[in-house]
Each structure stands twice: as C-alpha cells, then as structure tokens.
C-alpha cells in the first residue's frame, strides 16, 4: 500500500496544532524513555507500523535498551520496569482501549502513587496525543520505511 495523502501538506494548522502538543508533552514532567514506552505501547496496540518505527528509533536515540523495547508488549511479566513505569503502561492500554477497559478507580489510585495530579493528567495527554498521531497515520496510509 502506497501513502494515500501527506497531511502535512493538506491540513497543515491541524498538524501545527498537533505539534504544539508535542512540545507541551516533551515539556512535561513525565520522563523521556518513559514517554517513548507509552508511545510504543499504544503504537503496538493500535497497529501502527510508522509510529512503531518511529518511536523505537527516538527511543534508541536516547539510550533505551533493546532488552526494554523488545518486551514493552509484555511489561507485566518482567522485573527490568519500574513500578511506576509499570502503572503508566497499564494507563496507557485502559487508555487506549477506554470503550472495553475504561480507567477504573483503583488504576486511578495507583498510578496517583507515582503520579502527582497534574502528572497523571499530563500522561494522560500523552496517551490521547500519540493515539491520535496513530489514528491519523494509519487512517491517512502512512507506511513505515
């Protein structure tokens, strides 16, 4: 499958304002590598190839291990993430899976164990913004190269 269009040139304030999210994330509290585990995370769940290729290269790029990468699917079942990074992966598959999973109380609470307010509200923009850069690369037929 070819591209089906290039949305930067074809809505380019609706990907300047997606931009400015991303900065707003960058900026946030939230630590880079994890930031690019949550990324991954939703990519995977989502399916989308390009986002995957992306974030996986970012993630190298600023020392993230092939070890941590290659399992972030099955976070549950290693003992090399934090418990904290931990809670955060778990938000991002209630997240972007919110119609079956929803973000129950007790997901709430433990990630406000790690979390301070403003930072669960800020993972939680960082969820909603990488879902919605999958939604809009696999809707516009991004490929991954």
């Not at 990324?39 to 020392?63: E, P, V, W, Y």
């Not at 307010?117 to 969820?127: A, N, P, S």
């Not at 999958?134 to 809707?139: G, P």
């Amino acid at each position: 499958m070819t591209q089906r269009m290039n949305y930067f040139e074809l809505v380019p304030d609706a990907v300047k304002i997606m931009r400015e999210m991303e900065k707003y994330t960058k900026k946030s509290g939230i630590e880079r590598k994890l930031q690019e585990l949550i990324k991954i995370r939703a990519s995977q769940i989502n399916g989308c190839a390009f986002c995957l290729n992306m974030h996986t290269a970012d993630a190298r790029k600023i020392g993230e291990t092939e070890q941590r990468l290659y399992c972030v699917s099955t976070w549950e079942e290693c003992n090399f993430y934090s418990d904290a990074e931990k809670v955060a992966l778990e938000l991002t598959e209630h997240i972007t899976l919110i119609s079956e999973k929803r973000v129950p109380d007790d997901l709430y609470v433990r990630v406000r164990n790690y979390y301070s307010e403003k930072e669960y509200l800020d993972l939680i923009v960082l969820i909603n913004q990488i879902n919605s850069w999958n939604r809009l690369s696999i809707a516009a037929g991004n490929i991954a190269e």
